[in-house]
């Protein structure tokens, strides 16, 4: 599986992005798919994910609200859509897929995109 992530920018505390990831090789329908974020001196953190079939999302905590995943199975990809950005959201996003369960947890996942990069400034 081949994931492309982009839609990352800079963007003003408060506004708005949607990251979307493209995925090939495997039916997009049977990937659990994810977001993640690493910070600078941080470890990677879950964001956001959809599991697989059903389409169910799951979300941080930090981010529920605000964020919101959804994936487009004709398309082969998995948005998400970021609004009232924080500071603190300024990270690196990637998007992640495994052909199983839907896990918060990055070792689970066996296919990564590559980032990009969200800065969110005041």
């Known amino acids: 599986v081949q994931l492309q992530a982009c839609g990352g920018g800079l963007v003003q505390a408060g506004g708005s992005l949607r990251l979307s990831c493209v995925a090939s090789?495997?039916?997009?329908?049977?990937?659990?798919m994810g977001w993640f974020r690493q910070a600078p001196g941080k470890e990677r953190e879950f964001v956001a994910a959809s599991s697989r079939y059903s389409g169910n999302t799951y979300y941080a905590d930090s981010v529920k609200g605000r964020f919101t995943i959804s994936r487009d199975n004709g398309k082969n990809t998995v948005y998400l859509q970021m609004d009232s950005l924080k500071l603190e959201d300024t990270a690196v996003y990637y998007c992640?897929?495994?052909?199983?369960?839907?896990?918060?947890?990055?070792?689970?996942?066996?296919?990564w995109g590559q980032g990009t990069q969200v800065t969110v400034s005041s």
């Open positions: 992640a897929a495994n052909g199983a369960v839907v896990h918060t947890v990055a070792r689970e996942y066996d296919y």
């Open positions: 090789g495997r039916t997009f329908s049977g990937l659990a």
